[in-house]
């Protein structure tokens, strides 16, 4: 006997905590990194590509999904897409934990508030999409903050803008992959562990390994970076299942201002009037995309509600013409008792597929 399905509420509910959760983990990364000192940010990068493969097979192996790598193997072009994430990807993380230890956790987080920006530019140049005019002005907004944050910084803000731009183009050839998180994840780092564990063991011949050098407790916090790595990825899964494209959007500004509060707080950034303009612009330039994503939304509710409204009446009435029809038939023929069951047959089992058509 299966158990019955959880109501809507409580899996809404699982949804909200495993975002909260996944962006929260993602927000507080800025904590981790520098614990890993003495290490550089290319060791770094590469035990976390080596520990993250490990940990996200052992996710495969309890969970037993393993049927998607044969037929993936079969498709050259999927595996060239998966080498152009696992690269991008790279970039995207490498500068990351870079930023972070050198001290420029705010403008990393300025790479992640204007990410939406950046994936609106890409889907223009490369997709050919059309924008509404709320994106354009946002789009002219957050174009407008990188000039006030360039003469901020007296330097183009160029972490932010790499971070930004990795992770969009990232995220627009991830699409055309069309895997789960877990098993993009797998086969991303299994396209970047050669590299990365030929790169660990150049160190470690070269006596530049802070691995085994740096006392136990630095070799267990190099080994959990593959599980910090994962962790939230499911999270965020099993929230993306969970919930509306429109509420996941929202809780992902949750990483940048959790980034943006620890550059402040924890490592005691400078802000100049200058930098809170230019974030500022990149705030209004979010908030003009969020209200403009949550007025498509409710429109699209609302024509999707009217459309389904004029289906039922349509179905309706096509379910009382075909009835009206059988009945006169019947009738016609009730002298021919073989010929009157013959009719209504036909007609019981027409009615109900044009009702299931309308609705």
């Known amino acids: 006997m299966q158990k019955p399905a959880p109501p809507p509420r409580t899996e809404t509910r699982k949804g909200l905590l495993c975002a909260f959760a996944a962006y929260g983990l993602w927000g507080l990364f800025p904590l981790y990194w520098p614990l890993l000192h003495p290490s550089g940010a290319a060791e770094i990068l590469a035990h976390r590509m080596v520990w993250s493969l490990i940990a996200v097979l052992a996710v495969l192996a309890v969970t037993r999904r393993w049927a998607w790598i044969r037929p993936l193997l079969r498709q050259p072009k999927r595996l060239a897409l998966i080498v152009l994430c696992a690269a991008t990807i ?3 993380w490498g500068v990351y934990i870079w930023g ?23 889907g223009v140049a490369v997709l050919r999409e059309r924008l509404r005019p709320a994106q354009w002005a946002a789009v002219g907004v957050g174009a407008a903050a990188v000039i006030v944050l360039s003469v901020a910084y ?8 790499v971070l930004a731009a990795s992770f969009g183009t990232y995220s627009l050839v991830k699409k055309q992959v069309g895997l789960d998180g877990l098993e993009s994840m797998a086969a991303e780092t299994a396209v970047q562990f050669l590299p990365a564990a030929g790169f660990l063991v150049f160190l470690g011949a070269t006596g530049r390994s802070t691995f085994l050098s740096a006392g136990a407790g630095h070799t267990a916090l190099l080994m959990c970076s593959g599980a910090i790595t994962a962790l939230p990825l ?35 950034e400078g802000m100049p009037p200058e930098r809170w303009a230019g974030f500022a612009l990149v705030w209004l330039a979010l908030a003009l995309l969020t209200w403009d994503a949550l007025r498509t939304a409710r ?42 069951l013959n009719t209504e047959v036909t007609s019981a089992s027409e009615t109900p597929e044009v009702t299931a058509q309308g609705q």
């Open 100 to 122: 972070v230890n050198s001290g420029h956790v705010v403008e990393t987080s300025l790479g992640y508030f204007i990410n939406p920006l950046v994936s609106i530019a890409l």
């Open 299 to 340: 429109r699209g509710r609302l024509e999707l509600r009217a459309a389904e409204a004029r289906a039922r009446t349509h179905g309706a009435a096509a379910a009382t013409t075909t009835a009206a029809t059988a009945t006169a038939t019947a009738t016609a023929t009730a002298t021919a008792p073989g010929e009157r």
């Open 234 to 268: 499911i999270l965020f899964g099993a929230a993306a299942v969970r919930l509306p494209l429109s509420v996941v959007g929202m809780v992902q500004y949750l990483a940048p201002t959790f980034q943006f509060v620890l550059g402040l707080l924890v490592f005691h």
């Open 90 to 92: 790279s970039v995207n």
């Open 154 to 161: 007296g330097r183009l803000p160029w972490i932010a803008l």
